[in-house]
């Protein structure tokens, strides 16, 4: 659609207007981000020609968003994360560094306070899937060990599902631990599975309407922090996980986090000889790569 040159000039003079009411702004960060978000949105109003009728029902998605987000639940990272903000976000602020390894989104089931764990303990808790043995160690980017790194890690049981989306107030499937001396970890967990995003609210009604798949390609997240160091905020994913073809629906794949997940029948020996009886089991292995913080690169 084309517009006239008076009618362009109008809604040139409206941008420019908004854009001037944030001069006196003192922050100037705050400033750079406000104009450019005028600039921005304003552009896509335009470009679009976007109707009344359509702003109304944005406006009413972003209600519904925020009515159905609590202590439990953030549909706004859903919606930041199913349009590739995050990811775009994570890309712009973790630069790649070297051989340092790479992040991914951080996702909306994150906890504070997780329940402390010893190297080899058993971050499930209870939570139902096949056992997983993984181990490996954390290392600057000349290879030294990186000792006392806090290591937080968490995921969805096999049925798909936290364990804050459970109504009973259990803590399982998530836990933290420190690399010893020599940079080594390792502990317990369920071997991850492919599910869904929460998909039963605006979020979900909108992958509906353009017929994406809300489902999550099989992960574990981690987050490993030290000081003098980038905090990484990652997942490792399973090799041959048949979504890994049809795609993430938060974007959060990249190749080097894809990982081996060995299955090993029941009654294998494991590493700590841990007895599983007649469970069959998993084993992997990830080698966390630190890169240094952002005011010594």
Known sequence: ???????????????????????????????????????????????????????????????????????????????????????????????????????????????????????????????????????GTVRDTAGNPVPGARIEVWEADENGFYDVQYSDSRVAGRGHLFSEPDGGFAFWCVTPTAYPIPHDGPVGALLDAVNRSPVRAAHLHFMVSADDFRTLVTHIFVEGDPQLEIGDSVFGVKESLVKRFEEQPAGAPTPDGRALGDKPWARSRFDIVLAPAQDKT
Request: aromatic fraction near 8%.
């Open 1 to 135: 659609m084309t517009t006239s040159p008076a009618q362009q000039r109008v809604e040139e003079l409206l941008t420019a207007e908004v854009i001037a009411s944030f001069a006196r702004t003192p922050d100037p960060r705050l400033k750079e981000l406000m104009e450019a978000l005028t600039r921005h949105l304003h552009a896509f109003i335009r470009e679009t020609r976007l109707t009344e009728q359509e702003w109304t029902r944005a406006i009413e998605f972003l209600t519904a968003a925020g009515h159905i987000t609590d202590d439990r639940r953030q549909e706004f990272i859903l919606l930041s994360d199913v349009l590739g903000a995050s990811m775009q976000t994570i890309a712009v602020n973790n630069e790649a560094y070297e051989n340092a390894t790479e992040a991914t989104v951080f996702g909306p089931f994150f906890v504070e306070e997780s329940p402390r764990v010893d190297v080899g303990g058993d971050i499930a808790a209870g939570a139902a899937g096949t056992p997983c043995w993984v181990e």
